[in-house]
């Protein structure tokens, strides 16, 4: 589906109707095998329809590190793909499916090596074919997971924010993308994880905070925004230094509370200024917000707020597909089956690939 759509028309009084769409999607089961960081999981997919989507987490493992060490990860992938696989099958009600689809990169070398080689013994197994899926993608494609989405205007903004990722892109077509802007420095998540630890909360951090917001005053501490005058692009480094020194500073008289709020608020404040800033100047009629941290409801809340106010639509995934998960892996997969593309057995990882689709 090459060529970037015309989305907008008038209709016979003139006014400028948005057209929805809906990308295409394979109608046979497929198989998807997620691995790229800290969950093995795998999901049944059919069309947009996500059958089962097993995941099996690793946090408990890796919050003795506050962090996710790679080669532990690798392990705990080992021993959960075969299971997490035997119970996405099983919970569909299938022995075997159409074709596998399986995240390739960007990601943990290893972590990721485990989910292609299942993949690919499958693939073999069942004669079926197999595709590579670019992680971002699966999270660009997870709002059609939830079935009450009838369809999105071609193009529209995706603020694709997560522990690896801040980036404003915009989708002109299905499959089609042109980064628009990212974060300079350290995504949105890191801060999140960095700030939990600085105050004792735990890992993942974005949950963390999250929790212990709750009733804390979010102008209590004053924290920075990187980038104000700037629509596109993200830097979070300056707030991770910024509640650094807040929690020397402060000591024993910190509170916790207040500084979990003030740093979801300065977080949630960059992330919805710029959105709004950037659709103004795209004139773009939607915006979608994935990945980890758009499971965070004070962002949810604050884009719904602020697109409903501006006349945007506004679409986020499913909570079950928001963090790292198979479904959205699988949907990412149906469209690009569907559109005709194939992998091969000789397809290997990478720890970071560009966007496919992605267009200058």
């Not at 080669?71 to 099983?90: D, G, K, N, Y």
């Not at 980038?227 to 991770?240: C, N, T």
Request: one cysteine or more.
């Amino acid at each position: 589906m090459g060529g970037t759509p015309a989305e907008t028309r008038r209709d016979g009084s003139g006014a400028l109707k948005v057209e929805r769409r809906v990308p295409p999607f394979w109608d046979r089961p497929i198989l998807a095998i997620e691995s790229s960081c800290d969950e093995t999981s795998a999901a049944v997919v059919v069309g947009r329809e996500v059958r089962s989507n097993i995941v099996a987490s690793q946090i408990e493992m890796h919050q003795k590190w506050g962090g996710v060490v790679p080669e532990a990860a690798a392990r705990a992938h080992l021993e959960s793909i075969v299971p997490v696989i035997q119970e996405a099958l099983s919970a569909a009600g299938l022995e075997k499916v159409s074709a596998v689809a399986v995240t390739r990169t960007p990601g943990l070398v290893g972590a990721l090596s485990v989910g292609l080689s299942a993949a690919k013994a499958l693939a073999i197994q069942w004669g079926v074919p197999i595709l590579g899926v670019h992680h971002l993608e699966g999270h660009l494609m997870s709002p059609w997971g939830d079935p009450s989405l009838e369809g999105l205007p071609y193009p529209h903004l995706c603020l694709t924010i997560s522990g690896g990722h801040s980036e404003i892109i915009q989708v002109t077509a299905p499959g089609e993308y042109r980064l628009l802007g990212e974060t300079l420095d350290d995504a949105a998540g890191e801060a999140f994880d960095k700030g939990a630890r600085l105050l004792g909360l735990g890992y993942p951090g974005g949950k963390a905070i999250q929790e212990a917001a709750i009733g804390g005053n979010p102008h209590r501490y004053k924290l920075p925004r990187a980038l104000r005058d700037d629509p596109f692009h993200f830097s979070f480094s300056g707030l991770k230094t910024a509640m650094l020194r807040l929690v020397q500073v402060e000591g024993s008289a910190l509170d916790v509370r207040d500084a979990a709020a003030s740093l979801q608020e300065a977080i949630v404040d960059v992330i919805a200024t710029k959105a709004m800033q950037c659709a103004e100047r795209t004139g773009s009629s939607a915006v979608t917000l994935v990945g980890g941290v758009s499971a965070n409801r004070a962002l949810r809340d604050r884009l719904a707020g602020l697109c409903a106010q501006n006349g945007l639509g506004f679409v986020v995934p499913p909570f079950s597909l928001c963090t790292d998960n198979a479904g959205m892996i699988g949907l990412a997969g149906s469209m690009r089956l569907a559109m005709g593309e194939r992998g091969d057995l000789s397809m290997d990882v990478s720890p970071g690939d560009s966007l496919p689709g992605l267009m200058e």
